[in-house]
């Protein structure tokens, strides 16, 4: 991908602290950020997975804990302001989040290819119901109800831990020569502490060029 289709703003005015961040957090800079998003482009939920955290501000747990319906309501169109009724308690509202345009965009292209990984979306769904009582597509082992499907699944059909989001961010901290004090959640403190990722113009001109 080239980089000279948009300016690259200085390491100063992106990385300019706004926020208290978590104690001892390292944050990514600008080179780290295009690097990440430019090479987990093919990568769909990995690039989703980026872009919801350094676009929107989304930890590990907001992460986990979102359903497909929480960000569509029909499969399709992505919403303006995603929140994971998943952490829903009786004394607080769960957390919420706006997704700028260039977020939306990564979160689209990556629901199309959730609909395209099995071909229930396209025939006649066969089910199962696992140890757990819930009712499984026999074909891919997601959640047959899709609106209630985890977001963001394993390779078994399963919502996609935290745990796993971290040793997969490490993997390609590591693959990448990413700092290494940087973790998952690094990126929601990058984006607390970045004017220019919570306005989206930075992250806007990255996934626009990544786009097919």
Request: charged letters at 30%.
């Amino acid at each position: 991908m080239s980089r000279s289709a948009f300016p690259e703003p200085s390491d100063e005015r992106l990385c300019k602290r706004k926020r208290h961040r978590p104690h001892n957090c390292a944050t990514l800079t600008p080179s780290e950020i295009t690097l990440l998003l430019e090479s987990s482009l093919v990568f769909v939920r990995s690039h989703a997975l980026y872009a919801l955290a350094l676009g929107a501000g989304l930890a590990t747990r907001h992460l986990h804990a979102l359903d497909l319906g929480d960000v569509t309501r029909d499969g399709t169109l992505v919403v303006e302001r995603v929140s994971p009724r998943r952490l829903t308690r009786s004394t607080r509202r769960a957390p919420s989040f706006v997704l700028n345009v260039a977020v939306r965009r990564a979160l689209s292209r990556y629901l199309t290819w959730r609909r395209a990984r099995c071909a229930h979306f396209k025939a006649k769904l066969r089910t199962y119901v696992d140890a757990t009582g819930v009712e499984r597509c026999l074909a891919c082992k997601d959640v047959a109800d899709a609106l209630r499907a985890p977001l963001f699944v394993s390779q078994k059909g399963t919502r996609l831990s935290a745990r796993q989001m971290r040793e997969e961010f490490g993997r390609w901290r590591t693959e990448l020569g990413l700092n290494p004090k940087i973790r998952f959640d690094s990126m929601r403190a990058t984006y607390r502490d970045t004017e220019l990722l919570r306005d989206g113009s930075y992250l806007g001109a990255l996934i626009r060029e990544g786009e097919p």
